[in-house]
């Protein structure tokens, strides 16, 4: 049980930050009961504004392990800023004992496999259905164990999302654990992945990411990544390992660091012509890098 300990002091002694100041929303997060789609328990809450947008993009905000589906929700803007830009939100709530999400088995890294990425998937075709949600403007974001389930959906479900924005993760594959069966109590951890340890080349990432959806050949989502320094929950060379993975998806190079962006301190790692992948190194920030909604919205084209 150590490794949720180590997860649960960092959340605890972090807490959740927003680079922009907290604002509440206007509404209240619900849980939706009637959801019973599964495969796995996790849980579905909604935040869907009084004024939503007729076909309104769908953004999925996925918490921390020790994190809620509530605590996600009070901790960020997301859905302050979907009562300004009409979008809906949609909270996950792990159905783990220690709140992380299966990001080490097969059937969850895995295109129709199971798991809690397709329980996740199945909540948004159900806000697609009963919320009148725009399936073609599906988002992920999410923080250190939802920053994983994030970089998770793009690789097994790229049909699904259109973009991710990945706050202080792993790269996609790097938590499998063998043995890990899908709706475990506890979903496996990797600590060498955890620790930085797992370092493969650009093609080998890449090719796992390809092995989690065989034959697919449409695009993937454009990634944005964010991650800290001074990190020692999931150390800071998962940066560098997640920029190697989608550089490779796809079949792009790094162009240029632009240092001070978005802020002093952080340094955007530019890919490409920057609109598919761009990574942030956020110099002395440690585990919980603060949300930038603002950046999120822009990444996703809603605002
Ligand atoms: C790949 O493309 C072909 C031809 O367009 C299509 O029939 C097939 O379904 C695609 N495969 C996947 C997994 O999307
Ligand atoms: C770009 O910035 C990253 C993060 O600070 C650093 O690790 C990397 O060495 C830089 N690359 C170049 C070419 O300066």
Known sequence: MHFFSTVAAAAALAGLVNADAYVAAA???????????????????????????????????IHYC????????SGSNYASLADTHGFIVIYPNSPSS?????????????????????TIVNMVKYAVT?????ADRV????????AMMTNVLAGAYPDVFRAGSVYSGV????????????????????????????????????????SYYPGYNG???KMQIFHGTADNTLDYPNLAEQMKEWSNVFGISFTKNVTGTPQSGYTQMVYGDGTKLVGYSAQGVGHTVPIHESMDLSWFGIA
């Open 27 to 61: 509404g209240p997060l619900v849980q939706v009961s009637a959801f019973k789609d599964g495969p796995t328990k996790a849980g579905m809450y909604v935040y869907v504004p009084t004024k939503k947008a007729d076909k309104a993009p769908i953004i999925v905000a």
């Open 66 to 73: 020790t994190g809620t589906a509530q605590k996600y929700f």
């Open 98 to 118: 220690g709140g992380c999400w299966d990001v080490a088995s097969t059937g969850s890294l895995t295109h129709g496999k199971g798991g809690d990425s397709e």
């Open 130 to 134: 009963n919320y009148g949600g725009d």
């Open 139 to 146: 988002f992920a974001t999410g923080s250190s164990s939802g």
């Open 171 to 210: 790269p996609d594959g790097c938590f499998y654990v063998s043995g890990a069966t899908t709706g475990m109590a506890t979903p496996g951890w990797s600590n060498s992945c955890a620790n930085g340890q797992n370092i493969k080349t650009a093609q080998a990432w890449g090719d796992l990411v390809r």
């Open 219 to 221: 695009t993937y989502p």
